[in-house]
């Protein structure tokens, strides 16, 4: 008998917190465990099965941060102090949740992770299991790092270390390896196609993994500034699928559980501002947020209208992104028709087949952005629209150059505590 989502969620985590004679400590990224037993492979597959749902859990804490930052939510008045000095742009300590909780969920993905990195290869699955639960692996130790480097001015990469000095990478250490890690994921699966044992029982229902793993390398090569390689990657996503976390109600949405389930301390909602600037006619806002007046720290807000309900899909990517990825390259290569072509594929679409944003604007001409940085602003506007609470826009901000807040969030108290390497 097939097991729901949900049953297999509970089951792996169930798992990782209560193995016998094996104690995996989540709370420490730097402390390994005291001694590792999981070397069955169906205690493997379990891991895996709750990596993929660890990493979706613990996805609300970079988007509300990113959110606080760069304006796209608010927080209410009777929200957390921090949420609420996060909104205002006062300053943030390493005891807050902005700083600490992004960097213990990430890390709590990236220790499950080096379980699977460290004994698949040993426990004799077949080869097609063996490259899909590796390729899944790496993909999410570099979508954690990723979030990470998006956060942090710099952070270990060596969690595992028993010593109190894991050194803290350079920004271009850590764009290494988080594109050397989805580079090896690509090459596990192009080497060795996953099996159908690890599609049917392993991989999430809804997630692609061959085209995330384009997408993010699409992602991070852009940030990183290997435009080229960007262009590369993302050229070779599908465009006609979503790659997407589901939920169900035994098995909620966190960004839902957050910001509409957990009392007002946690409230955050979607920020006027998003709606009002707006170009006249975008249907994306009501595809993200719904009108309302809410109170806020600093300006009234809107509800989240895509994250109301409690079994809403997440999109780990939407195919738009990776228009407006190409398009930025071009664009930055000033090759301004391609760009344009692309930006208007971003605007013009009224309806899709997927469950995704449409914006149903006019076409530009090339007379409307004529210039280099015409289309930069152009195109950073349309992300901003079409990547709402993707976890994206403070990264944006920074790369075109826009004022932000905060640059970083500090290192938390407790990596300063416990790490004589801290930045602190």
Known sequence: MTMSRGARVLAALALLGGLSACELDFTDPNQPPEEEVIVTPATLARVAVGLQAQYSDQLADPVYVTGLVTNEIGATPTAFESYRRADAGSPITGDDGPSLDPWSGQYDVIRTANVLIENVPQVGFGPGTTSGLLALAKLYKAMAFGNLYQHYESFPLVVQSTTSDAPFATRAEAM????????????????????????TTVLAPGFNLAATIDAMLARYNLIGGNLDAAMAAAQRVPLTSLSEFRFATGDVNPLWNLWYNSGNAYQMRAKQSFRLQAEAGDQRVAYWVSPD??????????????????????????PDEMRLIMAEVHARQNRLSEALALV???????????????????????????????????????????????????????????????????VPTIECDRNQSAPC
Not at 178 to 197: M, N, V, Y
């Open 176 to 199: 290494t390896e988080i594109l050397r890690l989805l580079e090896e994921a690509r090459q596990h699966l192009a080497t060795t196609p996953p099996s159908p044992e690890f599609n």
């Open 293 to 318: 007046t809410i109170p806020g720290a600093t300006q009234r807000m809107d509800q989240i209208a895509r994250y109301n309900t409690n079994t809403r899909t997440y999109v780990v990517y939407f």
């Open 344 to 410: 208007n594929a971003v605007r013009t679409p009224c309806t899709s087949t997927l469950a995704e944003p449409v914006a149903c604007l006019p076409a530009l001409t090339l007379a409307q952005v004529p210039t280099q940085q015409a289309m930069l602003d152009e195109i950073l506007r349309q992300r901003r629209y079409e990547l709402y609470l993707q976890g994206l826009r403070w990264s944006d901000l920074r790369r075109f150059g826009q004022p932000v807040k905060y640059e970083f969030m500090p």
